[in-house]
Antibody
């Protein structure tokens, strides 16, 4: 059974940094692209960043480009999101998500999701 | 970016009746080279992560009941719940993956009358 355990969310001041992690199990991690998707309180879904199965290609929403860095450690079956220069509008639940298609260079759509980790940016 | 517009924002339907949700894309989601439409549908219940229902616009994900179906052309797509059940109360989102800056629709809340 696929399991994604997101962690690392916290209360942080504007301008601060945070690193999120997602521990994956139940599937061959290095065969699938992965993404981070966030949801502001009471709002809809926003894709944040994605990474290819090998880690060689990364993709970002314009709203986080230059501030966030996605990475993965395929030896540890773990996905990361390094977040810098955090803003109030980055507040929300962050989900890691597994792609449904195997072996693709970029994410497509997401067939397994973590339970989410809450990031609050506030002074 | 490709803009995804869903309608209606909310929908109230009787048990056993049909529910129809629309999603319009600002750009074609059809790749002519493989004749695939790069659109997915998700269901999100309160306090839970989203669940994939449909991908390639009309392919049901594993374990999804056949009362859920997807259809559409290049820019206009529909999610249909043929006979609404109590457990279908949720917010539904469409998502495009034609562009590698992926975008979701604003969501449609489905409730029971």
């Amino acid at each position: 059974e696929v399991e994604l355990l997101d962690s690392g969310g916290d209360l942080v001041q504007p301008g601060g940094s945070l690193r999120l992690s997602c521990a994956a199990s139940g599937f061959i991690f290095n065969n699938y692209a992965m993404s981070w998707v966030r949801q502001a309180p009471g709002k809809g879904l926003e894709w944040v960043s994605g990474i290819s199965a090998s880690g060689g290609s990364t993709y970002y929403a314009d709203s986080v480009k230059g501030r966030f860095t996605i990475s993965r450690d395929n030896s540890q079956n773990t996905l990361y999101l390094e977040m810098n220069s955090l803003r109030a509008e980055d507040t929300g639940v962050y989900y890691c998500a597994k792609d449904f298609a195997q072996g693709e260079i970029r994410p497509f759509s997401f067939d397994s999701w973590g339970q989410g980790t809450l990031v609050t940016v506030s002074s | 970016d490709i803009v995804m517009t869903q309608s209606p924002d909310s929908l109230v339907v009787s048990l056993g009746e049909r529910a129809t949700i629309n999603c319009k894309s600002s750009h074609s989601l059809l790749y002519r080279s493989n004749n695939k439409r790069y659109l997915a549908w998700y269901q999100q219940k309160p306090g839970q992560p989203p669940k994939l229902l449909i991908y390639w616009a009309s392919t049901r994900a594993s374990g999804v009941p056949d009362r859920f179906s997807g259809s559409g052309s290049e820019t206009d797509f529909t999610l249909t719940i043929s006979s609404l059940q109590a457990e279908d109360v949720a917010v539904y989102y469409c998502q495009q993956y034609k562009s590698n800056t992926y975008t979701f629709g604003g969501g449609t809340k489905v409730e029971i009358k």
